[in-house]
């Protein structure tokens, strides 16, 4: 079973394992007095969907499909949770006030489709639209430069490896959000050698 929540309401005994699924830490609370089985951010919207989105209603129907969409290239993320809910009640947390059009009743509905191996409610073979082939920039490494620190390896597995070299090179450019892949494996790289491709 999988249950949504607001991380503001007290936790409950027949609330399972209990997973924050947005990407930011909620405001006010403190991360020692909120009991988690675990933080899946990394199962969260991109934050370039996420801000499109504003939690308009108006856009959740498309909101809905672009997230599956991130999903869908994202499965080793939520593989286990899914695995996890097939026995056991799980609870997903989220922070924002809207209680009909957040990021954790799409991620509920998505999971939901494959506990009961039903077809998926939103069409995924659409065509991307060209705003969300900006979304899915590719990221490459300039291996001329790479001092093979390891970094990048280190922090996105998902999406960096080593070639034979000894060189980083990018194996996987969907396996994390963009913004991980940002903040993890481009802002921390010593030579700054990891770039998108436009
Ligand atoms: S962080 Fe930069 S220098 Fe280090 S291995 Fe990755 S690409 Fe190479």
Not at 20 to 44: C, F, N, Q
Not at 53 to 65: I, L
Request: net charge negative.
């Amino acid at each position: 079973m999988i249950r949504i929540k607001r991380v503001y309401d007290p936790h409950e005994p027949d609330d399972g394992h209990r997973f924050l699924v947005d990407r930011l830490w909620p405001r006010g609370i403190k991360k020692e007095s909120l009991s988690l089985d675990g933080w899946l951010k990394e199962m969260a919207p991109s934050t370039v969907l996420r801000n499109w989105f504003g939690h308009d209603p108006a856009k959740w129907e498309e909101f809905c499909r672009r997230y599956t969409v991130e999903l869908e290239a994202n499965s080793k993320a939520w593989r286990p949770l899914l695995e996890t809910a097939r026995t056991q009640t799980i609870t997903l947390l989220f922070g924002a006030h809207d209680m009909e059009c957040n990021n954790a009743v799409a991620l509920r509905s998505f999971l939901e489709a494959r506990l009961s191996d039903s077809p998926l409610t939103v069409d995924t073979t659409k065509p991307l639209s060209r705003e969300e082939k900006t979304m899915q920039k590719n990221v490459w490494v300039d291996q001329d430069v790479c001092i093979s620190c390891g970094l990048c390896v280190e922090n996105v597995p998902d999406v960096f490896r080593f070639t034979d070299s000894g060189k980083a090179e990018v194996f996987d450019p969907a396996g994390a959000p963009e913004e991980t892949i940002q903040a993890e494996a481009i802002d921390v790289c010593p030579v700054s050698c990891i770039h998108w491709k436009e």
